[in-house]
């Protein structure tokens, strides 16, 4: 089958003279940097991964297979072949992606495999698992089934896990019924004991409840994972089959029985359905693990289509909890949690509380406005408060009173509702179309990715308390020509919430837990995978203070740019350095920060070289070198005077910018100083200043400044730059520009 980019279905200044270039970045990604720079995550050709065709949905992870060394983004994604699609996974070390396997994970790789989605577990969460759907032969029928499958990473391979459902061909399948059309699986690592090694989770849609393809209804089922004890050969007593173990492991479905095979009524219910209203297709589910140690599964999904029981008929979008019940299939029953309603989902009349009727069916969804379609849930788990339990985090895309697509957060709170983020306002900007969000977690900070309708990738975070958290706009990654909706841009950390970093709290290895996302780019040809990270900026080195003979303060200056880094400064007698201050943590934040450094235990009447470096965990990045010489004894300071000189020239300019109105504009200057300078650019319209930014240039040198505009309007604009040197000389330059419709 051709290979497209289907309807998502899953989680699917002066130097000899000033100079300033003004050019618009709404169509820049400044803050995020490729991964690797330049290149692509399909690109192996000697493995099959030919970059002349086209990729698919993607799915990201942070970890590791090496217990408590630092982690690493790893991808699974679709990717056309010159036969059938393939799902394979790459990990990104060393600087460069590399192919785990020896090639797809396909169990056949004549048929198309698709929805893949990755996650870790295993002792340490330290084994890459990855699930997908596929048809099989061995199977009846030809339908899609639900495979999964483990890295074993001394062979370097990834094994298909779970009991043979193929009479001896080691299909090891997932589904509830194998003749039944299943996809979108969403995996998690995770375990509902405390201190146990997390086991990977499955939740997916299945066809299910009538014998004619035209009345079955797609239902969310779940399924975990049991490790077979040393010598275990048969999955005996699990349950959807119970054939042979196929590379160790048995999966066991999980909930009360709720529909049948041939039947959506309760009555002679086999199959344990999560759907609110089981005649409705319930579809895209998410998966995460919260609370007290991490041990609460939570499942997301929507449902959609015409109600046969008289309930909404809209997408709404719903949540529910795994609860312990030895009574029920896999020790667990499932609760569904909304904004304002609870109920089981259980084997009673109805089904459970929620559907008793359409208000307390509304009650039980997250919709913000329950009248209208919410669709394509994701869920992450994370804490803004460091020591607390995580609680479920959840993000949506809903229709607003425009008929536009709005991007929606909620949060479990109490562990009886969920409550809206942003003042229950959509984080997208107004105007826009926006559509098929993700959200992780990046220590204890949360990070949310989404899509406009002309195709641009946005990047946002919160910060601040959990009881108020206020919302952050990063960046955005430009669509490339032609506007294609691609699939959702998958975000995730190297520091995600779960035991093992202390809910977010402690990163493996000192890492700072930097984030990172997948995206689609159909740019003059095939649709190729990109990875962006978060990067700082603006990192420069400003002149020392407090200089003596053994010690001095050395000033640093740079731009988080949202995302947790370690700042350092390197020192030593010549640009060698040769010696660092020990690393500090800065916290997520957008703008332009200064922090003095001490530096202790220098020589008297030396002179010391020193720069700023401000790390990530996927790059390190550094000032200009500054100098001074420490004071003799006497505490004389050596260092000459500084000598500036400043001119001013005016560089090619834009004077007409094409933007979208209504949206996020973001402007570059490109400034020359001629010598060490405080540089301040403002931008304003009808006297009014808008934006203004300030940057200390400790030497001459060229670099960019950046002022944003939250909103652009059509009209005339003012760009003032001043640059003043140690000395108090001034140089000044006033430009207007005219922003129109594009």
């Not at 259980?346 to 208000?359: E, P, R, Y």
């Not at 984080?427 to 900070?445: E, K, M, Q, R, Y």
Request: charged share 20%; hydrophobic share 40%.
């Amino acid at each position: 089958m051709p290979v497209s980019i289907r309807p998502v279905r899953r989680r699917h200044a002066i130097a000899a003279a000033v100079g300033v270039y003004l050019g618009t970045a709404a169509l820049a990604s400044a803050g995020f940097v490729s991964l690797p720079a330049g290149g692509l995550v399909n690109d192996d050709v000697a493995k099959g991964i030919d970059p002349a065709r086209n990729a698919g949905l993607v799915d990201v992870a942070g970890g590791n297979s090496a217990a408590g060394a630092v982690n690493a983004p790893w991808a699974a994604f679709e990717q056309e072949t010159a036969g059938a699609q393939q799902v394979f996974v790459r990990a990104f070390k060393n600087g460069a992606w590399r192919t785990k396997s020896p090639g797809s994970l396909n169990l056949d790789p004549t048929k198309d495999a698709e929805g893949p989605s990755i996650d870790f577990a295993g002792p340490g969460r330290t084994v890459p698992w990855t699930a997908f759907y596929a048809p099989s032969d061995a199977l009846p029928g030809g339908a899609t089934n639900i495979f999964a499958s483990r890295l074993n990473s001394a062979a370097d391979i990834f094994l298909p896990s779970g009991q043979d459902r193929s009479a001896g061909q080691k299909v090891p399948s997932l589904n509830i019924n194998t003749d039944r059309e299943a996809e979108n699986p969403a995996l998690v690592g995770g375990a509902a004991v405390a201190g146990a090694d997390p086991v990977p989770w499955v939740a997916w849609q299945e066809k299910d409840g009538a014998v004619l393809p035209a009345y079955q209804r797609d239902q969310i089922f779940v399924s975990r994972g049991v490790k077979g004890a040393e010598g275990q050969v048969n999955c005996d007593g699990f349950s959807p089959g119970d054939g042979p173990t196929v590379n160790g492991f048995c999966w066991q479905e999980v909930g009360v029985k709720r529909v049948g095979k041939n039947s959506l009524h309760l009555s002679g219910a086999t199959d344990p359905s999560l759907n609110i209203d089981t005649s409705r297709d319930g579809v895209l589910p998410d998966f995460a693990f919260t609370g007290p140690s991490d041990t609460v599964p939570w499942v997301v999904w929507y449902e959609k289509g015409p109600s046969a029981k008289g309930l909404a008929d809209n997408e709404l979008v719903f949540a529910a909890k795994a609860i312990k019940d030895p009574a029920a299939p896999g020790g667990f029953r499932f609760t569904a949690v909304g904004r304002n309603g609870t109920g089981n989902l259980d084997a009673s009349a109805n089904g459970g509380l929620c559907a008793t009727d359409i208000n307390s069916e509304r009650a039980c969804s997250l919709n913000a406005d329950p009248t209208k379609r919410g669709e394509n849930p994701r869920i992450a788990a994370g804490t803004m408060t460091p020591g607390t339990p995580t609680a479920p985090w959840v993000t949506w895309h809903e229709e607003l009173p425009s008929g536009k697509r709005g991007i929606f957060v909620a949060r479990l709170v109490g562990g009886e509702k969920f409550v809206l983020i942003n003042g229950g306002k959509p984080i997208s900007p107004p105007g826009v179309d926006a559509l098929n969000p993700d959200i992780t977690f990046s220590g204890n900070t949360p990070y949310v990715t989404w899509r406009e309708d002309g195709g641009n990738v946005h990047s946002a975070h919160f910060e601040g308390s959990a009881a108020d958290p206020a919302f952050v706009w990063d960046d955005v990654v430009p669509a490339s020509a032609g506007g294609l909706i691609d699939p959702r841009p998958s975000v995730a950390s190297l520091c995600e919430a779960n035991p093992f970093t202390g809910d977010g709290a402690a990163c493996p290895a000192d890492s700072v837990g930097t984030p990172f996302f997948a995206t689609v780019d159909a740019r003059t040809g095939p649709r190729n995978l990109l990875t962006k990270a978060y990067e700082p900026e603006s990192v420069n080195t400003l002149a020392a203070t407090g200089i003596t003979a053994t010690s001095a303060v050395a000033n640093t200056q740079f731009n988080p740019a949202g995302a947790r880094v370690r700042l350092y400064v390197e020192f030593g007698p010549t640009t060698a350095f040769g010696s660092r201050t020990a690393g500090q943590v800065v916290a997520p934040s957008r703008g332009i920060k200064n922090v003095a450094v001490p530096l202790t235990g220098l020589a008297a009447g030396t002179t010391v070289n020193f720069r700023t470096v401000v790390e990530s965990d996927l790059g390190k990045f550094v000032g200009p070198n500054q100098s001074f010489v420490t004071t003799t004894v006497a505490g004389t300071p050596t260092a000459p005077p500084s000598k500036v000189t400043l001119t001013l020239r005016l560089g090619s300019f834009n004077k007409t910018i094409r933007a979208r109105i209504g949206s996020p504009l973001s402007l570059k200057l490109r400034v020359s100083v001629s010598a060490g300078s405080t540089v301040k650019a403002t931008l304003s319209r009808n006297a009014k200043t808008l934006r203004a930014v300030r940057v200390v240039r400790s030497q001459a040198g060229t670099f960019t400044l950046k002022l944003r505009l939250g909103t652009a309007h059509v009209g005339t604009y003012k760009v003032r730059l001043t640059a003043r040197d140690p000395q108090g000389t001034t140089r000044t330059i006033t430009k207007s520009i005219r922003i129109v419709a594009r």
